[in-house]
């Protein structure tokens, strides 16, 4: 029926009276019909404060309540009501409440914002409920003036109280008084505010129910009721009305026409009343005069008593908010905004948007995060967390929230928030800009500062985030909500932190380099260079900050994908002054307190730099970029900037020597003030090359080389100084990384970009050796399948041990590892290998074992660690663990089973690589849906997220870990680069 209504008329108002006793099953039909009013009942309420409830409930938003965006997520609400105050099969008020109480609650009703409605008799005060179906009798005639039987007007019931009521019922909605406010004065008597945000006059309805009737003496002697204050100008009485009760009812049933109580009552109406000639409410000339607050008392206000006031925002307010429209007026402030965000840099756009509360803390200057009562530390001391926390508030519309709380009670979040920005000179501009539109915030009442405070708030922010992403370029800046708050990650983790600093590069070095700021107020100069924070806020500060491997794992997301390539161009410089024993540190330490434990960093170094070349404009000129080297030799101590310097290209040169030479090195300062958990055997370092097979190994099972570099350090579970993934051996990310990067230097070589075809050495023994970066490419090529690669037994391979074959197809975790067995653990670093070389890939195999990741290791955010048939897996990492489980003592199962974010993005990009591959188109398309369901839960995630990042890693099946970083570098970085290579592959489509 409904269907066929609409092919009629489409925008057909459908009224429903549901009796389903919930509203969770009311908002299914709504939805599936298209309802468009429930009616509802205001005299099912079961006292004033019920009623009071309803009103509230059916429509509009809080007075005062946040601006809700034009684009937003949905939000939650209630089914749209038609709220009676009584229905045809509703008993007659006077019979339930009394007839006191006819017109406080008619009052209510009118006074909400939804559609109101009534039955013909109640206000006539027809002291029975109709009986439409069996009644005979016709209503009475409405006339200009009664004169006989079946005749009433105006002056029947509360007919004339009624009509004014409708009257500004229809006034509040065409007018835009969409905010709503009921405060129980007390247990019979409530204050419905209407409220307009846009000019902020509102309509205040004072009522006094009856619930039951009240006897004759409360007419003479009214019960009293506490003052009311109200802020903003009162101007004046809209309508006060009281139905008196003179004597007994003594009703007598007209046989012809239903007829309503008469002669033992009369009703007091007046409209427009001025304050000193009212019957209820008193004000003195102090109050009328005052600035915010105003004071009404109530001289007379019995049961059945309705006054309506008018209330205006008042002159100053008033001016300020002219003053506020005016500064925020869409183009202006925009353009204001705008104009001084184009002079931020990545570390001014740290400090305004997010800035942890340990970073805050080491500039020194006595900062932190703000503190708000009753809610838990905000994230950062930047917009963000602000902003985070208004979007929440506005979506449900909390006013009750500690931050409007803080708002309404003093002005320290306003003070805060431009305050810290006005010790560097690059965000003095906008701390001024800021101060003098908060000024006028202050100046209004302070129910509205939370949505002024707010409208500020989030222009500044959606105006700063815009300006900051469009240098991003166009995947960015015209890309998906989720790729651009992914983007923003890049000012989350890069920014200057004194005790974090990345070593000075040469003074020689060709511009643009990184210049020397002061900061303001005092002596203290620093380079602007950027570092990049491996995680917060486990990995904001000092030496725990700058990792090697964390940040060339990152580098390529947040900074060169999104275009921020000088940034990205001093970080490989900086990490490139500090290499030594042809390896990049690990803990950078500012170069001085270096470790050198990590394999792998040197060579994500190598396809950062890679990758530089290839993104950047004129890329390759890095290559000969002067880099200042700390350490000339191995055992030389740190030099100053500039008294070593060599072109880039020669820095490279020499890892891959060290390498193909082959070196065992001991790490400087060995002993538990190094590292109190590693054993002594621990400290001891390999690096080489297999010339059989072209493989990079390195490492003992007493270390840790690799990124799974969770070392034992529980004495009772007996694993202290026992890696728990020692990975020694040829780790087969490094495999790939190696071959990724010889490829590359061969094409650079032939490009003219690299002085050199090979690398050339002498033994111990004096032999020249020589290894042509093809002739190096080749032989991992011939070498990886045959050893890597574990498919069904077909008898052939020489290489696998089959007895230590626990699943299949799957290649191998490690080549060569001296605990043998742990070659063949399931791992997802094979992934990692596919994106950065999947040349190196028989496409069948390689496709087969995606699909056994897939089933295998994929978790909802992360990829377990290691497969759950593993003897030693164990999914929930706690690194409090105080048992004696040699599993997980001390959170040594870190990487034995935990999904771990980063790789997810890696698994992704490889199913999205080798999909490709396929014969079959419909791979590619599935594969392409597939990766997009995926990521939507990490969308979903960062919507949820305090951080607005991904976690370092999280327990099983996604579960949260208390252990981890709650948004880390590397794990936004590979989910971005996922989301831009689908998007890339996409486009190719």
Same mark, same amino acid.
């Given at each position: 029926m409904l269907d066929a209504g609409r092919t009629i008329n489409p925008d057909i108002y459908v009224i429903a009276e549901l009796f389903t006793g919930s509203e969770g099953r009311d908002n299914i039909f709504v939805n599936r019909l298209g309802i468009t009013s429930l009616i509802r009942e205001a005299g099912n309420g079961q006292d004033s404060h019920d009623l009071g409830r309803q009103i509230h409930r059916y429509g509009g938003d809080p007075v005062g309540a946040l601006v809700q965006l034009p684009r937003a997520r949905l939000r939650a609400c209630m089914a749209h009501a038609l709220l009676y105050d009584q229905t045809h099969d509703n008993p007659s008020m006077i019979k339930k409440h009394s007839l006191s109480d006819v017109l406080p609650t008619a009052a209510a009703v009118s006074m909400a914002f939804c559609a109101a409605g009534s039955t013909r008799g109640y206000d006539e005060l027809v002291p029975f409920a109709v009986d439409i179906v069996n009644e005979k009798r016709l209503y009475q005639k409405f006339v200009d003036k009664s004169a006989g039987p079946g005749e009433l007007d105006i002056k029947a019931g509360i007919l004339a109280a009624r009509q004014e009521l409708n009257r500004i019922h229809n006034y509040l909605a065409?007018? /835009?008084?969409?905010?709503?406010? !009921? #405060?129980? *004065?007390?247990? $019979?008597?409530?204050?419905?505010?209407?409220?307009?945000?846009?000019?902020?006059?509102?309509?205040?309805?004072?009522? &006094?129910?009856?619930?039951?009737?009240?006897?004759?003496?409360?007419?003479?002697?009214?019960?009293?009721?506490? +003052? *009311?204050?109200?802020?903003?100008?009162?101007?004046?009485? !809209?309508?006060?009305?009281?139905?008196? =009760?003179? /004597?007994?009812?003594?009703?007598?049933e007209n046989p012809d026409f239903i007829t309503g109580l008469s002669g033992h009552y009369d009703l007091y109406f007046e409209r427009g009343v001025s304050f000193a000639k009212s019957r209820f409410v008193s004000v003195d000339d102090w109050t009328q005069k005052a600035f915010h607050k105003r004071k009404i008392n109530?001289?007379?206000?019995?049961?059945?008593? !309705? =006054?309506?006031?008018?209330?205006?925002?008042?002159?100053?307010?008033? *001016?300020?908010?002219s003053k506020i429209n005016g500064s925020l007026q869409n183009n202006l402030a925009s353009t204001k905004i705008s104009e001084l965000s184009k002079n931020f840099t990545v570390a001014d756009l740290n400090r305004i948007l997010f800035r942890t509360n340990a970073e805050e803390q080491d500039d020194g200057l006595g900062g932190g995060v703000y503190h708000i009562d009753r809610i838990p530390p905000l994230p950062y001391c930047g917009l963000q967390s602000f902003q985070t926390l208004l979007e929440k508030i506005r979506i449900h519309n909390d006013l009750g929230h500690p931050l409007c709380e803080n708002l309404r009670a003093g002005n320290w979040m306003m003070d805060y928030i431009s305050g810290r920005? &006005?010790?560097?000179?690059?965000?003095?501009?906008?701390?001024?800009?800021? $101060?003098?539109?908060?000024?006028? !915030?202050?100046? *209004?009442? &302070?129910?509205? =500062?939370?949505?002024?405070f707010d409208i500020v708030i989030t222009k500044v922010f959606d105006t700063v985030t815009h300006e900051s992403l469009d240098r991003f370029g166009p995947v960015v800046s015209q890309g998906s909500a989720f790729t651009r708050l992914l983007a923003l990650g890049t000012y989350q983790f890069c920014g200057i932190v004194l005790s974090s600093k990345l070593p000075l590069l040469s003074p020689n070095l060709t511009p643009p380099v990184p210049p020397v700021v002061k900061r303001l107020g005092s002596e203290l100069q620093f380079s602007t260079a950027v570092s990049l924070s491996a995680g917060h806020e486990h990995f904001s500060v000092g030496w725990a900050r700058n990792w090697g491997r964390d940040t060339f794992i990152a580098l390529r997301g947040l900074l060169l994908l999104t275009r921020q390539f000088q940034d990205a161009r001093f970080i490989i410089l900086s990490y490139a002054g500090c290499l030594r024993h042809g390896l990049i540190p690990n803990l950078l330490s500012e170069g001085t307190g270096a470790r050198y434990n990590a394999r792998d960093a040197v060579w994500f170094w190598l396809y950062s730099i890679q990758q530089y070349v290839a993104l950047a404009p004129d890329g390759q000129n890095i290559l000969k970029d002067t880099v200042s080297r700390m350490y000339k030799t191995d #055992?030389?101590?740190?030099?100053? +900037? /500039?008294?070593?310097?060599? +072109?880039l290209h020669a820095t490279i040169q020499e890892a891959l020597l060290k390498h193909c030479q082959g070196l065992n090195f001991r790490e400087r300062n060995a002993g538990w003030n190094l590292d109190r958990e590693m054993n002594w055997e621990g400290?001891?370092?390999s690096i080489g090359v297999d010339l059989a097979t072209g493989f990079v190994y390195g490492g003992n099972p007493n270390n840790c080389g690799t990124w799974m570099d969770k070392m034992g350090s529980s004495e009772q579970a007996g694993i202290k100084g026992k890696p728990a993934t020692p990975r020694d051996g040829s780790a087969i990310e490094i495999v790939a990384l190696c071959k990724s990067a010889v490829d590359w230097l061969s094409e650079m070589y032939r490009k003219g970009a690299y002085p050199t075809d090979r690398v050339a050495w002498k033994t111990s023994a004096g032999q020249e050796k020589v290894l042509k970066f093809d002739d190096w490419s080749k032989l991992i090529q011939q070498s990886f399948e045959p050893r890597f690669y574990v498919g069904? #037994? $077909? /008898?052939?391979?020489?290489? =696998?041990?089959?007895?230590?074959v626990n699943k299949t197809p799957i290649y191998k975790d490690t080549y060569g590892s001296f605990t043998f067995w742990a070659d063949y653990q399931f791992r997802p670093n094979i992934c990692i290998a596919m994106v950065v070389a999947p040349e190196m890939f028989n496409v069948k195999n390689a496709w087969s074992v995606l699909e056994v990741i897939q089933a295998r290791l994929v978790g909802p955010l992360g990829m377990r660690t290691l497969d759950a048939d593993d003897w030693a897996y164990d999914p929930n990492y706690d690194n409090n663990d105080q048992s004696s489980n040699p599993k997980r003592a001390h959170g040594y199962n870190y990487h034995q089973g935990p999904e771990w974010v980063w790789l997810m993005g890696y698994f992704l990009r490889a199913k999205l690589i080798f999909a490709k591959k396929q014969t079959d188109p419909h791979i590619m398309k599935n594969t392409s849906r597939y990766v997009r369901s995926v990521l939507s839960k990490h969308w979903s995630h960062m919507q949820r997220s305090d951080w607005k990042g991904l976690p370092e890693l999280t327990n099983l099946n996604g579960a949260h870990c208390t252990g981890s970083c709650e948004t880390q570098a590397w794990s936004m970085a590979s989910i971005f680069e996922a989301v831009h290579c689908l998007s890339e592959m996409s486009a190719d489509a």
């Open positions: 065409n007018k /835009g008084y969409s905010q709503i406010f !009921v #405060d129980q *004065m007390d247990p $019979d008597t409530m204050a419905i505010t209407r409220h307009n945000p846009t000019d902020h006059s509102s309509y205040i309805c004072v009522l &006094r129910n009856a619930f039951s009737q009240p006897g004759p003496d409360v007419f003479k002697n009214a019960p009293p009721l506490r +003052p *009311m204050e109200v802020e903003g100008t009162l101007e004046g009485i !809209v309508m006060e009305s009281l139905l008196f =009760i003179t /004597g007994e009812s003594s009703y007598v109530f001289k007379y206000f019995p049961p059945g008593s !309705v =006054i309506i006031l008018k209330t205006t925002i008042g002159f100053q307010p008033a *001016m300020s908010l920005l &006005r010790y560097f000179e690059n965000t003095v501009a906008l701390a001024d800009w800021l $101060d003098s539109v908060f000024a006028n !915030v202050k100046e *209004m009442p &302070r129910y509205l =500062i939370p949505q002024y #055992d030389a101590e740190a030099a100053t +900037p /500039g008294k070593f310097d060599e +072109p400290f001891n370092n069904p #037994d $077909d /008898g052939k391979s020489e290489y =696998i041990r089959r007895d230590l």
